[in-house]
């Protein structure tokens, strides 16, 4: 097991996610039109987005990550007033995650939040490629992984269970005790 280390561009919000396994945790490239929106509203398209339009995201429960300073920087926005909750930093607009809500026991992180140098040893290498009709470009064969979609989404949601059954779903880094965001979502319309 691993620990990882977390921060965003300016320093202000550092964490760690603990208990890091390749098998644990799920590594996915997305390349909805929504995470896509998400980097262009923060600015940080170039940073984020791969060459076809795909975020790199890390899976994992929300127990196993822990915001050690800078709580008071996190901002949450919603592409509309049913997407998800995406978690940025305040300070420099670097993206932290994605949740659905407080009880759905899920955090998706950003790979820019992930500032472990040994990410990719400690993380392992994307398991899956998802949402590809919102690739910006053709993907080439190289780069396309053997894990269908289907069983992505079957291996999420049995991490999703077990986590939730293990009361992996608190603490969660992004809502109190209570289940309220520690930031109010600032819903900024619809995905283009």
């Given at each position: 097991m691993y620990e990882i280390s977390l921060k965003c561009q300016c320093g202000n919000i550092e964490g760690t996610a603990v208990q890091i396994n390749p098998k644990k945790g799920t590594r996915v490239v997305c390349y909805c039109k929504d995470c896509q929106a998400f980097a262009k509203?923060?600015?940080?398209?170039?940073?984020?987005?791969?060459?076809?339009?795909?975020?790199?995201?890390?899976?994992?429960?929300?127990?196993?990550?822990?915001i050690d300073t800078g709580i008071e920087h996190i901002k949450c926005l919603r592409l509309s007033e049913n997407g998800l909750h995406r978690w940025y930093a305040g300070c420099c607009n670097t993206p932290l995650g994605n949740t659905?809500?407080?009880?759905?026991?899920?955090?998706?992180?950003?790979?820019?939040?992930?500032?472990?140098?040994?990410?990719?040893?400690?993380?392992?290498?994307?398991?899956?490629?998802v949402n590809l009709t919102g690739a910006t470009g053709r993907i080439?064969?190289?780069?396309?992984?053997?894990?269908?979609?289907r069983r992505y989404l079957l291996r999420i949601l049995r991490n999703i269970f077990w986590w939730k059954l293990t009361g992996q779903c608190k603490p969660h880094p992004f809502y109190t005790g209570r289940g309220r965001p520690v930031a109010q979502p600032k819903v900024v319309g619809e995905a283009v």
């Open positions: 509203e923060l600015g940080q398209s170039d940073a984020v987005l791969d060459e076809f339009g795909g975020t790199d995201i890390y899976q994992l429960a929300p127990a196993q990550v822990h659905v809500s407080s009880k759905m026991a899920f955090v998706g992180l950003i790979h820019n939040f992930i500032s472990d140098p040994d990410k990719d040893e400690k993380l392992g290498l994307p398991q899956a490629r080439p064969k190289e780069k396309s992984l053997a894990v269908s979609g």
